[in-house]
């Protein structure tokens, strides 16, 4: 599903972010990037649904070489890319329902379908009753559970998330957590980028870990450290 | 298809509603330069009409009699061949006479009825070596006596004059116009910017989901080809004002009878409308196409 062969990549005055990583990920994997800040997580992700271009090595993505993908189609691979971050990204003068709707609307989803696929990925994240609310009505969880539904509701093949919990308490962490692996489980591949140690060692999946730039450990049912 | 048109309707106009003041401001720059640029174009219609046959430097026309005989015909360019006075001319035919004053009479479709081909005098537009007035008026007084010259009518001042003050108004006209075209340009751009600053949030989120660039476009595309659409929309009745008062005034002018013929045809102020609406799509594009191309980088 994911491929990055000698992957690196270099920012304005010389700061490394990523250098010759390499790494497969399968279709249905659920991958835990971990490292420090600054050692490149965002920059691995945001390469994955191609905010940023690779200066060498070669990314592959749902069978798109993202090197040689020209821009025209880029919007069309985010289609089968799901993203949730640490600040949730949500449109605060639009109602909860509306916002996940959005996400449908502007890749131009027909009216009966947003219709019928809203109402049913509130019922997934547990936000049918405030389907109404606007983002600002809503706790932290709540919000990211919002903006896990917008990501989730067009059935991406993978769903990318930085930092989902970074601004979440430990209980309501566990509750995102617990969402994510249902939406795994459901056969989305899924790289989380992370620095929280509790939520990496309850979950016991693959862990990647970078240090300044470079792949230092891949292990399967990894910890923390 | 119909629900992504109603989509591209409902963001351009809650955009156009958000902003106001900047959305008047450049509605009302393009009505202004528009006006301008339209009132250029029938002021220089009009003078071009009073003036038609005295254009590009013919200073004289010799009228020959409707009969008159092939051998008049020759003894007349015998002279217009060979004086070094004459510059150059051109022999206008019953036919081509006929055809403009057509084009001249048009919205009077009675007086183009009373008249064939056959009745109108054929006649040559004389363009002088040297156009000072008197030596046009002697070289008129020689041909006028040729045998088959039915009249001759030279430029007089007052044509120049028309033609000088018509071609002074329409140019200040047109400078003020480009001017403010460009200004009405650059205040569509920055308000399709502001636009986009104030969606910027949402912009993002559609390209992280996978909208295309064309989707996130043409909202913003739409608003500035609205403002350009709107703005010669307001431009177009002083268009008309324009005919109805000014030039008409000149028309009824008892002081110089040349100016009678300062009018243009009926739907030539619904053709420059049609102009205007294009040039005002026109600049409301290009001003919003700036400013998508430039500040949204997606």
Same mark, same amino acid.
């Given at each position: 599903m994911i491929r990055l062969e000698s992957v690196s990549k270099v920012f304005k005055g010389?700061?490394?972010?990523?250098?010759d990583a390499s790494a497969e990920i399968q279709r249905g994997e659920f991958v835990f990037l971990v490292g420090?800040?600054?050692?490149?997580k965002s920059t691995f992700i945001r390469l994955l649904n191609r905010e940023e271009v690779a200066d060498s090595g070669r990314i592959m993505v749902a069978g798109k070489d993202l090197g040689s993908l020209s821009s025209w189609r880029v919007p069309y691979l985010r289609r089968n890319i799901g993203c949730i971050f640490?600040?949730? =990204?949500?449109?605060? =003068? =639009?109602?909860v329902s509306e916002n996940v709707a959005f996400g449908l609307e502007v890749i131009g989803r027909p009216r009966t379908v947003i219709k019928r696929q809203v109402p049913a990925i509130l019922e997934l994240v547990g936000l049918s009753r405030k389907a109404?609310?606007?983002?600002?009505?809503?706790s932290g969880g709540e919000q990211q559970r919002v903006s896990i539904a917008r990501a989730f509701v067009n059935r991406p093949l993978i769903l990318l998330a930085d930092?989902?919990?970074?601004?979440?308490?430990p209980a309501t962490s566990v509750g995102i957590m617990r969402l994510l692996d249902r939406i795994n489980r459901s056969g989305t591949t899924v790289v989380m980028a992370t620095h929280e140690r509790g939520v990496v060692d309850t979950m016991r999946r693959r862990v990647i870990e970078l240090d300044r730039g470079v792949i230092v450990r891949d292990e399967s049912r990894g910890v923390y450290d | 298809m119909i629900y992504r048109l109603w989509y591209f309707i409902r963001e351009t106009v809650v955009s156009l509603w958000r902003n106001l003041s900047l959305t008047l401001a450049a509605i009302l720059t393009v009505g202004i330069s528009l006006s301008l640029v339209g009132t250029s174009i029938l002021v220089r219609e009009g003078a071009d009409r009073a003036t038609?046959?005295?254009?590009? &430097?013919?200073e004289f026309i010799v009228f020959m009699n409707a009969d008159h005989t092939p051998d008049q015909d020759v003894a007349i360019r015998q002279v217009l061949d060979t004086? @070094?006075?004459?510059?150059e001319y051109a022999y206008i035919d019953k036919m081509a006479a006929y055809e403009e004053f057509q084009v001249l009479f048009v919205d009077k479709p009675e007086l183009i009825e009373s008249v064939t081909p056959d009745v109108m005098p054929p006649s040559y537009r004389i363009v002088p070596a040297d156009p000072d007035a008197a030596n046009v008026a002697e070289l008129a007084r020689q041909f006028s006596t040729?045998?088959?010259?039915r009249e001759v009518a030279t430029a007089t001042d007052a044509i120049r004059q028309i033609e000088d003050f018509s071609t002074r108004v329409s140019q200040v006209l047109l400078v003020a116009a480009v001017v403010l075209v460009v200004v009405s340009a650059m205040l569509i751009l920055n308000t399709v910017f502001t636009a986009i600053g104030a969606r910027r949030e949402e912009i993002e989120v559609m390209k992280l989901v996978g909208a295309t660039n064309w989707f996130v476009r043409i909202p913003f595309m739409l608003e500035g080809m609205i403002h350009g659409l709107i703005g010669a929309g307001l431009a177009i009745p002083s268009l008309f004002i324009v005919e109805d008062q000014v030039l008409s005034f000149f028309q009824e002018?008892?002081?110089? @009878?040349?100016?009678? &013929?300062f009018a243009v045809p009926d739907g030539f102020v619904w053709d420059t409308s049609l102009w205007l609406l294009l040039l005002g799509g026109t600049v409301g594009m290009l001003g919003s196409a700036i400013a998508v191309t430039r500040y949204l980088d997606v």
């Open positions: 010389d700061v490394t972010a990523l250098r420090p800040s600054g050692s490149g640490q600040d949730y =990204k949500l449109l605060s =003068k =639009k109602t109404d609310r606007t983002p600002d009505e809503l930092e989902p919990t970074g601004n979440l308490d | 038609a046959q005295f254009q590009e &430097g013919v004086s @070094p006075a004459i510059s040729q045998p088959g010259v002018s008892d002081v110089v @009878p040349l100016f009678r &013929g």
